[in-house]
């Protein structure tokens, strides 16, 4: 501090005036700071020289110099003791904290006065119980916004004694720059005081930029295959509570490269599976990171009972709600996305789960496999959690097959839909109506069960309480060569939008092989070769056969029967015999199981 007149340290106090009579004094911060805008605070005590106390003091801002010093009494050292009085300190704004009554002003006063006129009058008196006479210590939190000029003061012995005004001013037209010299300036005459600032600092909002406090990296404790790209994001935190994207700037590491190795532009590379790495970014002296896991390939998932935490990776509004995953709860406008935390082969595959849509008014859920992460999750509404809610909306999650079931109308679909998307496509159109009685609004627990033999995918639905209501289709796709590898990801998606769903997975079985059905063959026995063993063998009609034409042998004995030549693909003749081990034998079909 540059100190002239009366001023001196005391200790570690700054002593504007000690008690001597005529006294004039000033303190200046040696270097100019921005005055465009800041805030500024500092605890003065006014302690008594006589009785009673005289003048007062300001905090002031400056254009003239470190030299800078006005008259003493009811000037303040700043300007002259009364109104139209030979100016004091040019190119400056002053606000005073004034005991005396020099020119009206009152024993307990405050005011903004600029460029060394009398700070006397114009003045505002001290409210709220602030009494400047009460040998307590104030304190004073200053702002200044570039219009404004805001001062509080409160008294540290009583706290509810606080006082605020404000002045309307430009302090950098006032003092001639955006940069002046602060201080404090002071003035005793024939009655004085003690006075002391204790403490004071100031910050210039424009020459002091915001300082990096954290660095978050995202995604969190992601996972992924060998070989698989992951790309990690850090977002730096500042002072301010202001946030900025440092992903190209920070300098990026991984603490393990067996399990991942990262560019400088944060792209990690998955390594050896089961290995974790530590991925950090770093900004000077901060820093922010997470855990990654180099994946294996699952052979199989087994939710068979229900799902728990352990093995799932949830986004959005999905959650476990007991043993059952829910990916909307009912709410408005919603995305949830759960996902198996491992990799699974999708060259072939059977899959079967069940679930519930409860209230099923939108928009509807999908199987979704996909090369995109744990963390991928698409749009609300009709974008169902996978892709955009319209056909033109921007895509969803990449390297992706979704089956969806849809109850909402959005593009054409209809409310009671199926269909194939994939890299993320909106979700709405083309659709295949679903039929065979299965109804989505109908609230019942559904049955699903896929298979992929390679080729094409087939899906069948069925109403579990009614289990008539049943629905077969399949769709011709390429899975590994869609999603990019023969490993993916396998989950589930859901989406509501201004109408909502609870929409539940209740349990969910993956195999990777892929089991054709064995379907039996069945010959209807009026039209086949047949040999008798001796008695009649004749057709006749019953209208319980399900094509009303039947045949039957007129046996007389146990042991007479009726043998029947089929055909069978690949295997040559295969001989059929019904054998009566009544008087008489009946058929209508007879059904061969083939086992190759």
Same mark, same amino acid.
């Given at each position: 501090m540059t100190l002239l007149g009366s001023a001196t340290l005391n200790s570690t106090k700054l002593r504007i005036t000690d008690g001597g009579a005529s006294e004039a004094s000033a303190a200046w911060y040696p270097t100019p700071v921005n005055v465009q805008s800041f805030t500024t605070d500092f605890n003065f005590l006014i302690s008594p020289g006589s009785s009673p106390t005289a003048d007062g003091f300001t905090f002031a801002?400056?254009?003239?110099?470190?030299?800078?010093?006005?008259?003493?009494?009811?000037?303040?050292?700043?300007?002259?003791?009364? &109104?139209?009085? /030979?100016?004091?300190?040019?190119?400056?704004?002053?606000?005073? !904290?004034?005991?005396?009554?020099?020119?009206?002003?009152?024993?307990?006063?405050?005011?903004?006065?600029?460029?060394g006129a009398s700070p006397t009058t114009p003045a505002t008196t001290f409210g709220a119980g602030v009494n400047l006479h009460n040998i307590h210590i104030f304190k004073v939190h200053m702002t200044y916004d570039g219009t404004t000029l805001t001062m509080t003061i409160t008294d540290t012995v009583n706290t509810a004694q606080t006082f605020t005004t404000s002045w309307p001013i430009n302090i950098p037209g006032t003092v001639g720059a955006n940069t002046a010299f602060v201080g404090f300036t002071g003035g005793t005459g024939g009655l004085t005081a003690i006075q002391d600032v204790l403490n =004071?600092?100031? &910050?210039?909002?424009?020459?002091?930029?915001?300082?990096?406090?954290?660095?978050?990296?995202?995604?969190?404790?992601?996972?992924?295959?060998?070989?698989?790209?992951?790309? !990690?994001?850090?977002?730096?935190?500042?002072?301010?509570?202001?946030?900025?994207?440092?992903?190209?700037?920070?300098? =990026?590491?991984?603490?393990?490269?067996?399990?991942?190795?990262?560019?400088?532009?944060?792209?990690?590379?998955?390594?050896?599976?089961?290995?974790?790495?530590?991925?950090?970014?770093?900004?000077?002296?901060?820093?922010?990171?997470?855990?990654?896991?180099? /994946?294996?390939?699952s052979s199989g998932i087994n939710f068979g009972s229900g799902f728990s935490s352990s093995g799932l990776a949830l986004n959005g509004n999905a959650v476990l709600s007991g043993t059952r995953l829910r990916l909307t709860d009912g709410g408005a406008s919603e995305a949830g996305s759960g996902w198996f935390s491992m990799p699974v082969n999708v060259q072939t595959f059977t899959t079967d789960f069940m679930f519930q849509l409860t209230t099923p008014n939108?928009?509807?859920?999908?199987?979704?496999?996909?090369?995109?992460?744990?963390?991928?999750?698409?749009?609300?509404?009709?974008?169902?959690?996978?892709?955009?809610?319209?056909?033109?909306?921007?895509?969803?999650?990449?390297?992706?097959?979704?089956?969806?079931?849809d109850l909402y109308n959005n593009a054409g679909e209809g409310t009671n839909s199926t269909g194939i998307y994939t890299n993320g496509v909106s979700p709405t159109l083309p659709a295949t109506a679903l039929s065979g009685g299965v109804n989505l609004h109908s609230g019942d627990i559904f049955?699903?069960?896929?298979?992929?033999?390679?080729?094409?995918?087939t899906m069948t639905i069925t109403d579990t309480v009614n289990t008539t209501?049943? !629905?077969?289709?399949? =769709?011709?796709?390429?899975?590994?060569a869609t999603v990019g590898a023969n490993t993916a990801y396998l989950g589930f998606t859901g989406g509501t939008g201004g109408a909502a769903a609870t929409q539940e997975i209740l349990t969910w079985t993956f195999s990777n092989t892929f089991t054709p059905v064995k379907t039996p063959v069945v010959y209807q026995s009026a039209n086949l070769t047949a040999v008798s063993s001796g008695p009649t063998f004749r057709q006749f009609t019953y209208p319980g056969f399900p094509d009303v034409t039947g045949t039957i042998l007129d046996a007389t004995k146990v042991g007479d029967n009726v043998t029947f030549t089929v055909n069978v693909w690949d295997t040559g003749a295969t001989t059929a015999k019904a054998i009566s081990n009544f008087h008489t034998a009946v058929a209508s079909y007879i059904q061969v199981a083939i086992v190759k």
């Amino acid at each position: 501090m540059t100190l002239l007149g009366s001023a001196t340290l005391n200790s570690t106090k700054l002593r504007i005036t000690d008690g001597g009579a005529s006294e004039a004094s000033a303190a200046w911060y040696p270097t100019p700071v921005n005055v465009q805008s800041f805030t500024t605070d500092f605890n003065f005590l006014i302690s008594p020289g006589s009785s009673p106390t005289a003048d007062g003091f300001t905090f002031a801002i400056q254009g003239t110099g470190t030299n800078a010093i006005g008259p003493p009494g009811g000037g303040l050292g700043y300007g002259p003791q009364t &109104v139209g009085g /030979t100016p004091g300190i040019g190119k400056s704004v002053a606000v005073k !904290f004034d005991l005396y009554n020099n020119g009206g002003e009152g024993t307990n006063s405050t005011g903004i006065f600029t460029n060394g006129a009398s700070p006397t009058t114009p003045a505002t008196t001290f409210g709220a119980g602030v009494n400047l006479h009460n040998i307590h210590i104030f304190k004073v939190h200053m702002t200044y916004d570039g219009t404004t000029l805001t001062m509080t003061i409160t008294d540290t012995v009583n706290t509810a004694q606080t006082f605020t005004t404000s002045w309307p001013i430009n302090i950098p037209g006032t003092v001639g720059a955006n940069t002046a010299f602060v201080g404090f300036t002071g003035g005793t005459g024939g009655l004085t005081a003690i006075q002391d600032v204790l403490n =004071w600092t100031y &910050v210039s909002n424009l020459n002091s930029p915001p300082t990096l406090t954290s660095i978050t990296v995202t995604p969190a404790t992601p996972s992924a295959p060998p070989g698989t790209t992951v790309q !990690f994001h850090s977002t730096g935190t500042y002072s301010d509570n202001s946030t900025q994207d440092l992903t190209s700037t920070a300098t =990026w590491a991984s603490s393990n490269t067996a399990g991942a190795t990262i560019t400088a532009a944060g792209l990690a590379t998955a390594g050896t599976a089961g290995q974790s790495t530590t991925i950090s970014a770093t900004s000077g002296v901060i820093s922010g990171s997470t855990t990654f896991t180099a /994946t294996g390939v699952s052979s199989g998932i087994n939710f068979g009972s229900g799902f728990s935490s352990s093995g799932l990776a949830l986004n959005g509004n999905a959650v476990l709600s007991g043993t059952r995953l829910r990916l909307t709860d009912g709410g408005a406008s919603e995305a949830g996305s759960g996902w198996f935390s491992m990799p699974v082969n999708v060259q072939t595959f059977t899959t079967d789960f069940m679930f519930q849509l409860t209230t099923p008014n939108a928009d509807g859920m999908t199987f979704t496999i996909q090369n995109t992460g744990t963390t991928a999750l698409g749009l609300s509404g009709g974008g169902l959690g996978y892709g955009p809610d319209t056909p033109t909306g921007p895509a969803g999650i990449g390297k992706s097959v979704a089956v969806k079931v849809d109850l909402y109308n959005n593009a054409g679909e209809g409310t009671n839909s199926t269909g194939i998307y994939t890299n993320g496509v909106s979700p709405t159109l083309p659709a295949t109506a679903l039929s065979g009685g299965v109804n989505l609004h109908s609230g019942d627990i559904f049955k699903v069960h896929m298979t992929y033999d390679g080729t094409t995918l087939t899906m069948t639905i069925t109403d579990t309480v009614n289990t008539t209501q049943t !629905f077969t289709t399949s =769709w011709p796709i390429n899975i590994p060569a869609t999603v990019g590898a023969n490993t993916a990801y396998l989950g589930f998606t859901g989406g509501t939008g201004g109408a909502a769903a609870t929409q539940e997975i209740l349990t969910w079985t993956f195999s990777n092989t892929f089991t054709p059905v064995k379907t039996p063959v069945v010959y209807q026995s009026a039209n086949l070769t047949a040999v008798s063993s001796g008695p009649t063998f004749r057709q006749f009609t019953y209208p319980g056969f399900p094509d009303v034409t039947g045949t039957i042998l007129d046996a007389t004995k146990v042991g007479d029967n009726v043998t029947f030549t089929v055909n069978v693909w690949d295997t040559g003749a295969t001989t059929a015999k019904a054998i009566s081990n009544f008087h008489t034998a009946v058929a209508s079909y007879i059904q061969v199981a083939i086992v190759k």
